[in-house]
């Protein structure tokens, strides 16, 4: 199983910034991929960022040019900072992962996507 730990949510004003971080943690032996997604009142879940072992990255039409999503492999760890935030942006925002979590690399690979538990973003205008 694999543990994904959110933080770095708040209340900030329209134009201001944010950093949130997700920590992966468990029976971990490699994560094939990591993003942040949100949901807002009332509306479906979205992809803001992602990022893919290879190093490539994706964004939401919405954020690019604002938002800079980051990852540490040493510490299983992703990373998105948020600037020049606009009351839209207001929303539950959740780490995903798909991580490999066989015991041994002899093994065959056991992959899962797993999600965390969320932490709201409110921009105020």
């Known amino acids: 199983q694999v543990q994904l730990v959110e933080s770095g949510g708040g209340l900030v004003q329209a134009g201001g910034s944010l950093r949130l971080s997700c920590a992966a943690s468990?029976?971990?032996?490699?994560?094939?991929?990591m993003g942040w997604y949100r949901q807002a009142p009332g509306k479906q879940r979205e992809l803001v960022a992602e990022?893919?072992?290879?190093?490539?990255?994706n964004y939401a039409d919405s954020v690019k040019g604002r938002f800079t999503i980051s990852r540490d492999f040493a510490k299983n760890t992703v990373y998105l900072e948020m600037n020049s935030l606009k009351p839209e942006d207001t929303a539950v925002y959740y780490c995903?992962?798909?991580?490999?979590?066989?015991?041994?690399?002899?093994?065959?690979?056991?992959?899962?996507?797993?999600w965390g538990q969320g932490t709201q973003v409110t921009v105020s205008s």
């Open positions: 995903k992962d798909r991580a490999d979590t066989r015991p041994v690399s002899t093994m065959p690979s056991r992959i899962s996507d797993y």
């Open positions: 468990g029976s971990i032996f490699s994560i094939n991929y």
């Open positions: 990022v893919f072992s290879s190093g490539v990255t």
